[in-house]
């Protein structure tokens, strides 16, 4: 079949009878009828035939109203790149198309290319791709850009001193969705039959891109017609799409890399980019929004990785309009495009990270400083700051990914499920349902890349820096965690990116749940009561004997969690027997203390303490049984959950088993530091380990009296040697039973007790590891300035009175322990708050004019009460005197 065969008809498939694509078919179904000469006939044929479906697939017929989808001419068609429309032309020479014979107005190009392609080949040969440029100097049929054409042109505008066709190409193309989805497409690995199709064009290295494409089509459809047929199923999007992995895209970065490295030091082109960006995030915007264009193409996440090379991104110009409409749109990706883009963003190195994270951060500060924020204009309701918080989620979990990444070590699931309230029913007699039933929040694209924020020992870039301190500054966080629990569509809650906030904030949320949660326990308590008739008790009482606090403390809390767990999320209210102080926090803090000194103290044996470290590890022969341990957790979590800081001294280990990691080699290094240091050197032995050190695979320890224990890491390990080959084995199974395996029933009673009371608690889903240290025990560091700058004064007290001169001059001359003893006077505990003494809300009240009285406290609200003393020596005495025998609460 030849083009005047359809002379009569512009859009017509082609005739299958005698055609040669029938022709052709026959040829793979019966091969050994075929004479060479009739073979090559056909071939020729088919070569014809695919070649006028490529360029009717780049070129079209000429025809406005071709009605041909698969015509470049047609209103109705996509278009592709060549590599595309040469696969293309396969899939249409498979099916027989239609094919268009080429309109009269293209008389003479296209179809005398056709006929005679032998005399178009060699005239194409004489001209260069920029003669043909220049011709063309406005570069209109430009639609997407790769490398190669980016630096043609720009050297044509270089050589004519002038950039505006550049910069009207850069326009045109960045502000195109379609064009850039299809620009900067990375070159794909070559099968063999495309490399014998390369061969063939290795041939004649001036023949013109468009004709060897379509060269390499016909190659392929030779050589093997079943790989032929599978790659022309689908549309070529989706065949691109089919092949990449899953942290894989179309586009090449680094060719886009070293685009913008040429451009952006042009200021007039770098204006380009800037346009098209506010032209092109609306429409991106709209795709994503109502067109679902992402389930269409998934190429379509290209345009996402080139707009954000841009390393100008967080230029003054773009952070006005650009970029954060540009993060609107990037926002309304869905969850499977934000995790490609988190998993593909993980293999970039750290200043790419370190780049994108920026850009982001500038964005969110730039709109706080530059905006009032307050209870009445949230910055919630800010779309930048919403949407730009969105995008560094990304950065975040590709930060998390790309680190020092541990999946595996897990701790195990209780066996046993935490009982639930036995007034439970009655909620749901209420119409109530108890909120995270099913345990703590999950982050939803935490979920799709498989990774918790807790699996990351290391990442690219330290946390710290993906905190906003000017967004914790404004935020108000009453009303983001109404909305974090409301779960609104039309509302954000920045505590579902807690990477954003420090831990003062993420503090002040678990605050407000665990108090809310006190509140709900104690009206459900009197609804409880009224209904069934019973006592009315909304606190969590507990009445102790000063010198019999465990037993009085323990006792009681293991009646109420077999009895009642959900009691232990009542307020906490604590009586010393045969004492005055009413519980408003102070006694409780005091409570806690003394219970964290008698369970850690080293003769009841539940703990061993390591005189290097000053650390406490859990007693593998204690003669405590798991209910002991499981008070202890209790205790811990009633700290959190009440809001008071214990002195407890654990490695970091023990958060991180807290939040489900099992403990590894590497955390030898903080709980066992010479053990650590002991198996690392095996690890670096460089002679026989087997010969110079006859070591085994079975170790001894110590129990509490000194006796040494046995214990076999494999079946018969006294039997099995250590050697340069299972070292790294034997490594891996001393530290498992050190940090696991020994201490296996003592920790999961330890762990259960913990989380009878915080299961529903957001804490797993805010804080890390090192932030549960933190909220537990406090700060370390005691700034006492800091203190002063937040101190405030009542009574006639003033920051410049001469007693409170003296006091902090006092104060501050004060060793490292009596300061300690005057925060333990002053508060209820030694230790600093989340956030250090700065966040610590002290009150120095006058109580008198100078008298020999000694100075008092309400450790509840944090005041002291102070004499106005006559001298400063008698102050400094009076206090030290207060501070060093303070015990025990009285009423003032």
Same mark, same amino acid.
Request: aromatic share 10%; glycine share 6%.
């Given at each position: 079949?030849? $083009?005047?065969?359809?002379?009569?008809?512009?859009?017509?498939?082609?005739?299958?009878?005698?055609?040669?694509?029938?022709? +052709?078919?026959?040829?793979?179904?019966?091969?050994?009828?075929?004479?060479?000469?009739?073979?090559?006939?056909?071939?020729?044929?088919?070569?014809?035939?695919?070649?006028?479906?490529?360029?009717?697939?780049?070129?079209?017929?000429?025809?406005?109203?071709?009605?041909?989808?698969?015509?470049?001419?047609?209103?109705?068609?996509?278009?592709?790149?060549?590599?595309?429309?040469?696969?293309?032309?396969?899939?249409?020479?498979?099916?027989?198309?239609?094919?268009?014979?080429?309109?009269?107005?293209?008389?003479?190009?296209?179809?005398?290319?056709?006929?005679?392609?032998?005399?178009?080949?060699?005239?194409?040969?004489?001209?260069?791709?920029?003669?043909? /440029? $220049?011709?063309?100097?406005?570069?209109?049929?430009?639609?997407?850009?790769?490398?190669?054409?980016?630096?043609?042109?720009?050297?044509?505008?270089?050589?004519?001193?002038?950039?505006?066709?550049?910069?009207?190409?850069?326009?045109?193309?960045?502000?195109?969705?379609?064009?850039?989805?299809?620009?900067?497409?990375?070159?794909?690995?070559?099968?063999?039959?495309?490399?014998?199709?390369?061969?063939?064009?290795?041939?004649?290295?001036?023949?013109?891109?468009?004709?060897?494409?379509?060269?390499?089509?016909?190659?392929?459809?030779?050589?093997?017609?079943?790989?032929?047929?599978?790659?022309?199923?689908?549309?070529?999007?989706?065949?691109?799409?089919?092949?990449? @992995?899953?942290?894989?895209?179309?586009?090449?970065?680094?060719?886009?890399?070293?685009?913008?490295?040429?451009?952006?030091?042009?200021?007039?082109?770098e204006a380009a980019f800037l346009n098209a960006l506010v032209y092109l995030s609306p429409n991106v915007e709209c795709d994503l929004t109502y067109h679902n264009v992402y389930s269409r193409d998934p190429n379509y996440l290209n345009l996402f990785v080139i707009v954000m090379e841009n390393s100008n991104l967080h230029?003054?110009?773009?952070?006005?309009?650009?970029?954060?409409?540009?993060?609107?749109? =990037?926002?309304?990706?869905?969850?499977?495009?934000?995790?490609?883009?988190?998993?593909? !963003?993980?293999?970039?190195?750290?200043?790419?990270?370190?780049?994108?994270?920026?850009?982001?951060?500038?964005?969110?500060?730039?709109?706080?400083?530059?905006?009032?924020?307050?209870?009445?204009?949230?910055?919630?309701?800010?779309?930048?700051?919403?949407?730009?918080?969105?995008?560094?989620?990304?950065? *975040?979990?590709?930060?998390?990914?790309?680190?020092?990444?541990?999946?595996?070590?897990?701790?195990?699931?209780?066996?046993?499920?935490? #009982?639930?309230?036995?007034?439970?029913?009655?909620?749901?007699?209420?119409?109530?349902?108890?909120?995270?039933?099913?345990?703590?929040?999950?982050?939803?694209?935490?979920?799709?890349?498989?990774?918790?924020?807790?699996?990351?020992?290391?990442?690219?870039?330290?946390?710290?820096?993906?905190?906003?301190?000017?967004?914790?500054?404004?935020?108000? =966080?009453?009303?983001?965690?109404?909305?974090?629990?409301?779960?609104?569509?039309?509302?954000?809650?920045?505590?579902?990116?807690?990477?954003?906030?420090?831990?003062?904030?993420?503090?002040?949320?678990?605050?407000?749940?665990?108090?809310?949660?006190?509140?709900?326990?104690?009206?459900?308590?009197?609804?409880?009561?009224?209904?069934?008739?019973?006592?009315?008790?909304?606190?969590?009482?507990?009445?102790?004997?000063?010198?019999?606090?465990?037993?009085?403390?323990?006792?009681?809390?293991?009646?109420?969690?077999?009895?009642?767990?959900?009691?232990?999320?009542?307020?906490?209210?604590?009586?010393?027997?045969?004492?005055?102080?009413?519980?408003?926090?102070?006694?409780?803090?005091?409570?806690?203390?003394?219970?964290?000194?008698?369970?850690? /103290?080293?003769?009841?044996?539940?703990?061993?303490?390591?005189?290097?470290?000053?650390?406490? !590890?859990?007693?593998?022969?204690?003669?405590?049984?798991?209910?002991?341990?499981?008070?202890?957790?209790?205790?811990?979590?009633?700290?959190?959950?009440?809001?008071?800081?214990?002195?407890?001294?654990?490695?970091?280990?023990?958060?991180?088993?807290?939040?489900?990691?099992?403990?590894?080699?590497?955390? &030898?290094?903080?709980?066992?530091?010479?053990?650590?240091?002991?198996?690392?050197?095996?690890?670096? *032995?460089?002679?026989?380990?087997?010969?110079?050190?006859?070591?085994?695979?079975?170790?001894?320890?110590?129990?509490?009296?000194?006796? #040494?224990?046995?214990?076999?890491?494999?079946?018969?390990?006294?039997?099995?040697?250590?050697?340069?080959?299972?070292?790294?084995?034997?490594?891996?199974?001393?530290?498992?039973?050190?940090?696991?395996?020994?201490?296996?029933?003592?920790?999961?009673?330890?762990?259960?007790?913990?989380?009878?009371?915080? /299961?529903?608690? #957001?804490?797993?889903?805010?804080?890390?590891?090192?932030?549960?240290?933190?909220?537990? +025990?406090?700060?370390?560091?005691?700034?006492?300035?800091?203190?002063?700058?937040?101190?405030?004064?009542?009574?006639?007290?003033?920051?410049?009175?001469?007693?409170?001169?003296?006091? !902090?001059?006092?104060?501050?001359?004060?060793?490292?322990?009596?300061?300690?003893?005057?925060?333990?006077?002053?508060?209820?505990?030694?230790?600093? #708050?989340?956030?250090?003494? @700065?966040?610590?809300?002290?009150?120095?009240?006058?109580?008198?004019?100078?008298?020999?009285?000694?100075?008092?406290?309400?450790?509840?609200?944090?005041?002291?009460?102070?004499?106005? *003393?006559?001298?400063?020596?008698?102050?400094?005495?009076? &206090?030290?005197?207060?501070?060093?025998?303070?015990?025990?609460? @009285?009423?003032?």
């Amino acid at each position: 079949m030849n $083009s005047d065969e359809k002379e009569d008809c512009e859009c017509a498939p082609p005739q299958a009878g005698p055609s040669p694509a029938g022709a +052709c078919e026959r040829e793979y179904e019966e091969p050994e009828t075929e004479n060479p000469e009739a073979s090559r006939m056909k071939r020729a044929a088919a070569k014809h035939l695919i070649e006028r479906y490529y360029h009717q697939l780049t070129e079209g017929c000429g025809n406005d109203s071709c009605s041909n989808s698969w015509c470049a001419s047609s209103m109705d068609f996509h278009r592709m790149d060549n590599n595309a429309a040469a696969v293309k032309a396969l899939e249409l020479y498979k099916i027989n198309a239609k094919l268009c014979d080429p309109h009269p107005s293209k008389k003479g190009t296209s179809s005398a290319y056709l006929e005679s392609s032998a005399l178009n080949n060699s005239a194409c040969r004489k001209m260069n791709h920029k003669d043909i /440029n $220049s011709v063309r100097g406005d570069f209109k049929d430009v639609s997407y850009l790769t490398e190669e054409k980016v630096y043609e042109i720009l050297d044509i505008c270089a050589e004519k001193e002038d950039y505006s066709p550049l910069i009207r190409v850069i326009g045109r193309v960045f502000s195109s969705a379609e064009g850039l989805v299809q620009s900067f497409r990375r070159s794909k690995p070559h099968t063999k039959e495309e490399l014998k199709s390369l061969q063939g064009k290795d041939e004649d290295k001036d023949e013109d891109e468009k004709e060897a494409a379509a060269c390499s089509a016909v190659a392929m459809e030779e050589d093997s017609p079943a790989s032929s047929s599978r790659l022309g199923e689908g549309s070529s999007g989706d065949n691109d799409v089919q092949k990449l @992995g899953p942290d894989e895209v179309s586009v090449d970065v680094e060719a886009v890399r070293r685009v913008y490295e040429r451009l952006l030091s042009n200021e007039k082109v770098e204006a380009a980019f800037l346009n098209a960006l506010v032209y092109l995030s609306p429409n991106v915007e709209c795709d994503l929004t109502y067109h679902n264009v992402y389930s269409r193409d998934p190429n379509y996440l290209n345009l996402f990785v080139i707009v954000m090379e841009n390393s100008n991104l967080h230029s003054p110009e773009y952070l006005e309009i650009a970029l954060p409409q540009f993060c609107k749109a =990037m926002s309304k990706l869905p969850l499977p495009a934000l995790a490609k883009l988190a998993r593909l !963003w993980s293999h970039y190195g750290a200043e790419q990270i370190r780049r994108m994270m920026e850009t982001f951060q500038q964005l969110i500060t730039y709109k706080v400083i530059s905006n009032e924020f307050n209870s009445r204009n949230l910055v919630n309701d800010d779309d930048a700051v919403v949407a730009s918080t969105k995008c560094l989620k990304i950065v *975040y979990y590709a930060n998390i990914l790309g680190g020092d990444v541990d999946t595996e070590h897990n701790e195990e699931e209780d066996e046993e499920p935490i #009982p639930e309230s036995s007034e439970l029913t009655l909620q749901e007699l209420l119409g109530e349902e108890r909120r995270n039933k099913k345990g703590p929040r999950v982050d939803p694209l935490e979920t799709e890349l498989g990774i918790r924020t807790n699996d990351c020992r290391r990442p690219l870039i330290p946390f710290e820096e993906f905190i906003n301190e000017p967004l914790n500054d404004v935020l108000e =966080m009453d009303k983001d965690y109404t909305f974090f629990k409301v779960e609104t569509e039309n509302k954000f809650s920045f505590m579902t990116c807690p990477f954003i906030l420090n831990a003062v904030t993420k503090n002040l949320g678990l605050y407000y749940d665990n108090r809310i949660r006190m509140y709900s326990e104690r009206r459900i308590t009197v609804l409880y009561s009224l209904v069934q008739g019973q006592q009315l008790n909304p606190y969590l009482r507990l009445k102790v004997r000063r010198d019999h606090i465990i037993d009085d403390a323990l006792v009681r809390l293991e009646m109420i969690a077999m009895e009642n767990p959900a009691d232990l999320k009542k307020q906490l209210y604590v009586e010393f027997e045969g004492e005055q102080g009413v519980d408003e926090g102070g006694v409780s803090k005091e409570f806690f203390q003394l219970v964290v000194e008698e369970i850690f /103290n080293p003769d009841i044996g539940m703990f061993t303490y390591d005189e290097n470290t000053k650390l406490f !590890w859990f007693n593998p022969s204690s003669f405590e049984n798991d209910g002991q341990y499981t008070l202890i957790g209790i205790v811990l979590g009633l700290a959190i959950y009440n809001n008071c800081i214990l002195d407890v001294h654990f490695p970091m280990v023990v958060y991180r088993k807290l939040m489900g990691k099992k403990g590894t080699f590497r955390d &030898l290094a903080d709980s066992n530091p010479v053990l650590f240091q002991s198996l690392t050197e095996l690890l670096d *032995y460089e002679g026989s380990v087997e010969d110079d050190m006859m070591i085994t695979f079975q170790i001894s320890q110590t129990d509490l009296f000194g006796n #040494p224990l046995m214990h076999d890491l494999r079946e018969n390990g006294d039997k099995i040697p250590v050697t340069n080959d299972n070292r790294k084995d034997f490594v891996a199974q001393y530290a498992e039973y050190m940090l696991n395996k020994s201490v296996e029933k003592q920790f999961k009673a330890f762990r259960r007790g913990f989380h009878m009371v915080t /299961n529903e608690s #957001p804490l797993k889903y805010l804080f890390r590891p090192e932030e549960i240290e933190l909220l537990i +025990c406090g700060s370390r560091n005691l700034d006492f300035l800091a203190l002063e700058e937040t101190t405030e004064y009542d009574g006639g007290y003033n920051r410049d009175s001469r007693i409170i001169k003296e006091f !902090w001059e006092t104060l501050h001359s004060f060793g490292e322990e009596q300061k300690r003893l005057f925060l333990q006077f002053t508060t209820g505990t030694d230790r600093a #708050p989340v956030g250090g003494l @700065g966040k610590l809300k002290m009150i120095i009240a006058k109580n008198g004019p100078d008298t020999d009285r000694l100075p008092t406290s309400h450790t509840c609200f944090n005041v002291l009460l102070l004499p106005e *003393y006559s001298t400063k020596e008698k102050l400094r005495e009076r &206090l030290l005197k207060a501070i060093t025998y303070a015990k025990g609460f @009285g009423m003032l």
